[in-house]
């Protein structure tokens, strides 16, 4: 398991367990090993999610070309852990004189956990599909800002 950073930005909720673990490594050597890996394992790497947070909720967007609602599964597991999990299907289309000359479509299972902040309201969470896009939404509870007495100071 390892927390992988994706930008300048430190995600300390992002529980990417599957991605690359050469990602950004300076040597070549390495980057050609994983490079290597059959195209199933670069699935899961390849779905990107993003993650915002508005006043009202967190917003989790994620591209899933050709991908059909039934194949995705979202789940929030051990209280606060979001998980996003399903499988591309590779084109069975294939005759006996077809000739593959690039094949850069990844398929196979994905899946990606992040860990929802406190203030998450996981019984409310929802997701919908629309144009290859999946969006998941997470509310939030209201944070109440502390109420502020000031108590005057006798002499």
Do not use: Y
Request: aromatic fraction near 8%; hydrophobic fraction near 35%; glycine fraction near 4%.
């Amino acid at each position: 398991m390892s927390i992988v950073r994706r930008s300048d930005v430190f995600d300390p909720f992002s529980l990417d367990l599957f991605d690359d673990p050469f990602h950004g490594f300076p040597f070549d050597t390495f980057r050609s090993l994983s490079e290597s890996l059959p195209s199933e394992t670069w699935a899961v790497a390849n779905t990107r999610i993003d993650w915002k947070e508005t006043p009202e909720a967190h917003v989790f967007k994620a591209d899933l070309p050709g991908v059909k609602k039934e194949e995705v599964k979202v789940e929030v597991e051990d209280g606060r852990v979001l998980q996003i999990c399903g499988e591309r299907s590779r084109e069975e289309e294939e005759k006996k004189n077809d000739k593959w000359h690039r094949v850069e479509r990844s398929s196979g299972r994905f899946l990606r956990r992040f860990r929802l902040p406190e203030n998450a309201k996981v019984d409310e969470v929802k997701a919908s599909m629309e144009d290859g896009v999946l969006t998941v939404t997470v509310p939030k509870h209201e944070v109440k800002m502390p109420e502020v007495k000031a108590v005057e100071i006798s002499v």
